[in-house]
């Protein structure tokens, strides 16, 4: 059996609302935002910087809707503001379809961008 490690989900052009560094690590994402493109409390996440170099990985915490906070170390890469992307992947040996939407300036759904399938 061949596994692939796929995309499966994928927030694209989230604004940080917040960086706090004394903040026990990880990521804080607003719960509509994680319901829409299938993220679970825990999971492990990218976080890839759209206007800048920054990249990490973390895990990711269900917050109020609206909500992309970065927390820990995770803050000393990021500031209010920023645009980044979220993403998960998966293994598997079964073709993905990746829920991805695209969010406005105030992290709300302004587009479904789940297109196609990734096959393994």
């Known amino acids: 059996m061949k596994f692939s490690q796929l995309l499966k989900s994928k927030i694209h052009?989230?604004?940080?609302?917040?960086?706090?560094?004394?903040?026990?690590?990880?990521?804080?994402?607003?719960?509509?935002?994680?319901?829409?493109?299938?993220?679970?409390?825990?999971?492990?996440?990218?976080?890839?910087?759209?206007?800048?170099?920054?990249?990490?990985?973390?895990?990711?915490?269900?917050?109020?809707?609206?909500v992309i906070g970065l927390n820990g170390g995770a803050a000393h890469f990021f500031k209010e503001g920023d645009r980044v992307i979220i993403a998960a992947f998966c293994m598997t040996d079964e073709p993905v379809i990746p829920q991805m939407v695209l969010v406005n300036e105030s992290n709300e759904i302004v587009r479904d961008m789940t297109p196609f399938t990734v096959h393994g």
Do not use: C, K, Q
């Not at 960086?19 to 935002?33: F, K, M, R, T, W």
């Open 13 to 66: 052009h989230a604004r940080v609302t917040y960086a706090n560094p004394d903040y026990v690590g990880s990521i804080e994402v607003g719960g509509d935002l994680m319901d829409a493109v299938g993220l679970m409390d825990g999971e492990f996440v990218h976080v890839w910087a759209v206007d800048h170099t920054s990249r990490l990985e973390t895990y990711v915490f269900r917050g109020p809707n609206g």
